[in-house]
């Protein structure tokens, strides 16, 4: 999953000054794998993913990668999706203490349907400077673009400094499965330092071309669900007990929908609303920034900056009720009441640690059961310079002078299984588009500028060989 809104608002007069160029020949490589990409069916179900990863596979051992170095590596997502992830290794030249570097992205694609588009999703259309087609932006264009990129520095003759390792995985959209078993059973392969992640960062850009900034995404949200529940003897509704099921639970509610964890900053929330407070200047908003990154604990100031639509669960762990059941007749004392609490905990906050909260908060006549199906908390990753630096050049090679802006997802990618087991993750893919004209992930006519994805080649190949070059 992906949003290019992540770094709205970042309005500066920058525009886009040094549109990438590739050679013919490398610009008709880079069209054909995507092109195929784009047309191969990756949705879960459709059984495609073994032979996207195939022919990508083929495409790098005709690129130089040794066979054995080259790994399409089969597994069952979830019963009726067989897919598949793709694992590929350039080795450092020569001896190498550095850690290798894990490039992420992901082969499947969200469903679409050709009733609901204006041209078939599975063809590749070029139409008014835009590629049109399921997974032209979320996230074939990252794949495609890593993946060309590595190929363009080895047919240059680059000599990395330590192993570059590419990890593809097939089911990013629905189950996750293929992060899980990278970070755990395929580690002989993807152990790295860190990893690079094509599927988040980007940029934007507003119709009339000023730069919102790019986002540089270091850390996410956990998604923990919990089930409030209250029990009683119940009977029958014309002799109304003290205690009822369905009073209680509202009564719980009411104390969460009124209560606040207590806000947190991280180092990317820090340099984020450092940089927003810039933007929003002397504005009510932009004086609460203010407020609260001198004083982290000033609950009235982080509860003034989430009254923002746009600052929404940035300063704190966030809790709501999303769904109720309860009763069993129109005619009889319920016997039991239960509410769905979706929480988004911030990076790092154990689960149970929220749960004690929440159980405090409502006290023991209500139940608090947690999803079993719960995220690990994932801690943030390091604002890590050398990445820092690599991204901004890489970015500023192309859009001269616009913001690097650290972003916290509340969403989920496939990094978090790499967090989760202490290799930092950094979404530092480098298309763009128009907010939010472009913003079409997962909808109907998603769509990528057509300069976008040279941009992202260029891009790419300019973090690799500052990161693994001399
Ligand atoms: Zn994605």
Redesign the pocket.
Known sequence: ??SIAACLLFVSTATLAAPAKLTPQWEATTREIYKTAVEMPTVAGRNQLPALANYLAEKLKGAGWAAADVHVLPYTSAPGNDTAALVARWPATGKTKAKPILIL??MDVVEALASDWDSDPFKLVEKDGYFYGRGSW??KQ?VVASMVALMKLRAAGFKPNRDIVLLYTGD??TMGKGASLGANDWRKWTDAEFALNA??GDGAVTSSGSSLGFALQTSEKTFQTYYFRVRNKGGHSSKPRPDNAIYQLADALKKLELHRFSPTLTETTRAYFTERAKQERDSALGRAMRTWLANPADAPAADAIEANELEVGKTRTRCVATMLKGGHADNALPQLAEATVNCRIMPGVAPKLVETELKQLVGSNVEIVADAAGGRPTPASPLRRDVIDAYTHAVHAIHPGVQIIPTMSTGA??GLEFRAIGIPVYGVNGAWGISPDDER?HGRDERLPVQALWDNVAHWEAMIRELAGK
Do not use: I, L, S
Request: hydrophobic letters at 20%; aromatic letters at 0%; glycine letters at 8%.
């Open positions: 999953m992906r992205a992901h979320d996230d990252g990013e959209e599927d988040d990618t496939d992930a």
